[in-house]
């Protein structure tokens, strides 16, 4: 990955200044439901750490989301405001901790088995959310009160201010797209791809192949976990539903349609798969059905995600494309 | 507890076990020669179980429920395979997850179109509705060990099929080297979609069998899904034995979980996954190169 030239970076400063000037000419409603789509995005870029760059397909991703999401909730007092400068590292730091424990388990197997096993591990932890009592059971519970940014008993910012929050979420995906760029590019980001285009050939030069998908596996965890409470802080609820896996395939999904080669294609995908959504539930009643067959179409269709309409406007060389071809042949092999 | 009640519990670990059998040997068989991971499996379950219920409904019998669902979905299989999956053939295991989600959501949808989400139950056949009186207040419904018969010849169909027959033995080589079974002259259209299609057909079976003992409900087939997979993972993947041996072992764990540790039984069958996944990460009859 080469870069970015001067037109990437133009591009992204000016979709900066569009995402800043956006709550200031939008209702409340659509500046509610942009958090919420940044909030995905900054979920589906944290799972391409470990599809994209460590070629790994994990579909266990909702349950780091649903993890941070239910430790706010645990975490909040009934009548009062959590406070986020405590609550938020505590769930980061649990879902990176299921993360770092579950991969040390899942990233013994390759291929096709790494996809059934994050499956179940994730399975594993929607059934302890559903089937036990203390965290509401399959009723999910409610954060009355939105958790406060406060030093000293002052408040420095009202989340319940819909723009705020809106701030604050683009003051973290910001920041996430910033680590995610720094962390592909370091040696370790390197490492990982090589891991990703030739296992072998990384492993006779002595790269330590377990240990580097595991950081990988324990970091997206934890960043999917800012990102669940991000979710949970934003609806005042979680449900088991969060963790399911059918959450993860939407993320997986939304991944796709982004691209699997860059920090923000992700991004791009949820605001497209969540924009589809909105359109599709206000049209029609069996839009799921709709849903799927534009899924499988992309599938089909698009390979490499909406990125190939994109290089087809933008002009991107074609070398961009064809460094896609060796993960199919990796993942075919296993 | 006693002797009488610790055999019913075997006798359900065992029905249990064979279901799952049933189902999660079609989902190994699918993976083992084509190649492709189909999530989508679960919702054919799921959908076994409401043909039940519907062609129960429509008919009155439940033998023709059994034989048209298992026709329906082998039908339903050959369109998907000559359709969509075929193009999954060589594409990595993204695109075979994600065209298998995006099934998943049609197949739900066109079930709530057709049968609504509302929960059903379905009548067992009136001659196998009774059931055994084994002591004063304890007895054994006749239905359940007819599955387990059923499952078992139906087991020993699958393995005389794959051991014994000249389908069988395409499918084997299939397996263990398909280029070189190409050129031998196998075509592989037609046995992929025929495979494909008895995969499916095998989840029907499941859920129609299913159905008389357990509630019809949307979300069934998610669960059986991970089950299924948790099988594949014990056993080794494409393995038809292994399914047998997993499917068992969820059976046993599951059924004894609940008697003995009912406070963790749900949890029990994935530290069972996670020490076989400790001890041999291929699956217990699986190939131990990878």
Redesign the interface.
Known sequence: MSMPNLRVRLFGIACLAIAIALPFYVSTYYTQFFAKALIMGMLAMSLNLVVGHGGLVSLCHAAFFGLAGYVLALLSPRYDAASLLTTLPVAILCSGTAALLIGALVLRTRGVYFIMVTLAFGEMLFFFFHDTKFAGGSDGISINIRPEIAVAGRQLLDLDKTMTFYFVVLGFLVGVIALLTMVVRSPFGRALAAARDNERRARSLGFPIFRLRLTAFTLSGALAGLAGYLAAAQFGFVAPQMLGWHQSATILVMVLIGGLRSVTGPLVGALVLIGMEEVLKAHLDNWKLVEGLIIIGIVILLPNGVRQIWSMVFGASPQRAAEIKPAAAEARHA | MDFITLGVQLLNAVQYGAVLFLVASGLTLV?GIL?V?N?AHGAFYMLGAYLAYWITLMTGSFVVALLGGVLVAFVVGILLETV?VR?LY??????Q???S??????I???R??LFGKDVHAVAPPAWLSGSIQLTDNLSYPVYRLAICVFCLMAALAIFFVIARTKIGMIVRAGSENREMARVLGIKFDRVNRYVFAAGIALAALGGILIAPISTVFPGMG?GML?LS??V??LGG?GSVGGAAVGALLIGLTDTFGKVFFPSVS??LI?VL??VV??WR???ILGRQD?
Do not use: N, T, W
């Open positions: 993976f190649g991971i999530l969509f193009l060589g594409r990595d295991h993204l695109a997850v994600l065209l989600f995006g099934l998943i959501l049609v739900d949808e066109i709530q179109v998610d991970i997979f948790v594949v993972v993947i749900s949890i994935y996954m996670a996944l400790l990460p291929s699956g990878a």
